[in-house]
């Protein structure tokens, strides 16, 4: 992109997300789920624009290579995002997304999972821990064990923490611009975990 400033990437990942906290903030609710919509529209936003400041590691996500987001155990999550992001570009990849049982444990060739299922979260986060995948849930409980990205509420807004150790361990580089806007959380070490 000739003639952008290194803060390009920042000021559309920042509007990206003022667009979809407008979304949210701006929906008059006229019932939960609607809300709830409105909360999925957002993660989905986030999602997208996550993905703008991750880089994989060498042979995790080649050139040639769909950018696959996986989404295990929430449906409204899972179809709001393909109706938002499935078949857009992202640095040259095409984003695929692609659906997992609330129970699973088979995320091969994905590079993006969101964990909607709280119960199932732990079992797939020991699957995960050292793979080169980033790791989205709600709850600041996942990021402080082990997950990468946690959507959390606060005062009546989605907003995010993240566990730069988790992204350092999986050989994940995560943009400084995107650990600036996060609440940074340090992992709890647990026994037999």
């Known amino acids: 992109m000739r003639g952008a400033t290194p803060f390009a990437g920042l000021a ?21 789920q609607q809300t709830r919509a409105s909360e999925a529209e957002l993660k989905a936003a986030f999602v997208f624009n996550f ?13 040639a290579q769909n950018l696959v987001i996986c989404i295990a155990g929430d449906e409204l999550v899972a179809s709001t995002v393909t109706q938002v992001i499935e078949g857009r570009r992202l640095n040259g990849h095409q984003l695929v997304i692609r659906r997992r049982a609330p129970d699973s444990s088979d995320f091969n ?19 995960l821990r050292s793979a080169p995948v980033l790791t989205i849930a709600d709850g600041e409980e996942f990021a402080r064990k082990g997950g990468m990205i946690a959507f959390v509420l606060e005062n009546d ?10 992204g350092d361990r999986a050989g994940l ?21």
């Open 12 to 32: 559309r990942f920042i509007a990206g997300c003022a667009v979809a906290a407008l979304i949210l903030v701006a929906w008059v609710p006229a019932g939960a």
């Open 51 to 63: 993905a703008k400041f991750v880089d994989w590691p060498g042979g995790a996500l080649s050139e």
């Open 109 to 127: 060739g994905c590079h993006i999972v969101f964990l909607g299922d709280r119960q199932q979260w732990r079992r797939s986060l020991a699957v």
């Open 157 to 166: 807004r989605v907003r995010f923490v993240m566990n730069p150790a988790a």
């Open 173 to 193: 580089k995560i943009s400084s611009r995107l650990l600036a806007l996060a609440r940074i959380v340090q992992e709890e070490k647990e026994k037999g975990f």
